[in-house]
């Protein structure tokens, strides 16, 4: 079965913090997506990479930035997180088809 | 004009009901038709992927696209409270590499 495993369920932080959302898939796909997903809003793109080392900025990437120092991890940073950035986020790795974590709820107070 | 519409609903169907799930998209470059269910507070599990026009059946569900109208589908037979999730659209072109999500339908299936 394929993987996508995002490093925590939930989680609190307080406003100014700079945050780390880990994820990593055990599928060896090159594609990795970072999404926020809002009630009424739907998936929202933030950041994909391709390949380790390359990033491309989606349709929200105001806020965040990513890294992809191996294949397999693609993490996403809140670089000063704000309350407006509370929100689910999903990570997900594509072949054609694409794998999604189970999410982040991340809090921001 | 969204690329890909979905009616939000929420939809209400008793058990056993045949389910209809629909999406309609305006790029016709789109190749790959894909279909997810989302529980609450989980991410989005794939149910069913395809890249022709015609049907695809995986068991109780039936994924259907129609290229020339723009147009996917997805049923479900013999409905289920378990089936009571957000199912969501997804389209794939090729060239553009991106995976355009519709907003999701959510679905409850009454006992």
């Known amino acids: ?109 | 004009q969204k690329e890909v519409e979905q009616d939000p609903g929420p939809l209400s169907v008793p058990e056993g009901a045949i389910v209809s799930l629909n999406c309609t998209y305006s790029n016709s470059a789109f190749q790959y038709f894909m279909w997810y269910r989302q529980y609450s507070r989980k991410g989005p599990e794939l149910l069913m992927y395809t890249y022709s026009s015609g049907n695809k059946e995986d068991g109780r569900f039936t994924a259907q696209v129609d290229k020339s109208s723009k147009y996917i589908s997805l049923f479900i037979r013999d409905s289920q409270p378990s089936d009571s999730a957000t199912y969501l659209c997804a389209m794939l072109e090729t060239s553009y590499d991106k995976v355009i999500f519709g907003p999701g339908t959510s679905l409850s299936v009454i006992p």
């Open chain 1, 1 to 109: 079965d394929v993987k996508v495993t995002q490093s925590s369920r939930y989680l609190v932080k307080r406003t100014g913090e700079k945050v780390f959302l880990e994820c990593v898939q055990d599928m060896d796909h090159e594609n990795m997506f970072w999404y926020r997903q809002d009630p009424g809003l739907g998936l929202r793109l933030i950041y994909f990479s391709y390949d380790v080392k390359m990033k491309e900025k989606g349709d929200i990437p105001e806020g965040y930035s990513v890294s992809r120092e191996k294949k397999e991890r693609f993490s996403l940073i809140l670089e000063s997180a704000s309350t407006n950035q509370t929100s689910m986020y999903l990570c997900a790795a594509r072949g054609t088809e694409a794998f999604f974590g189970q999410g982040t709820r991340l809090t921001v107070v």
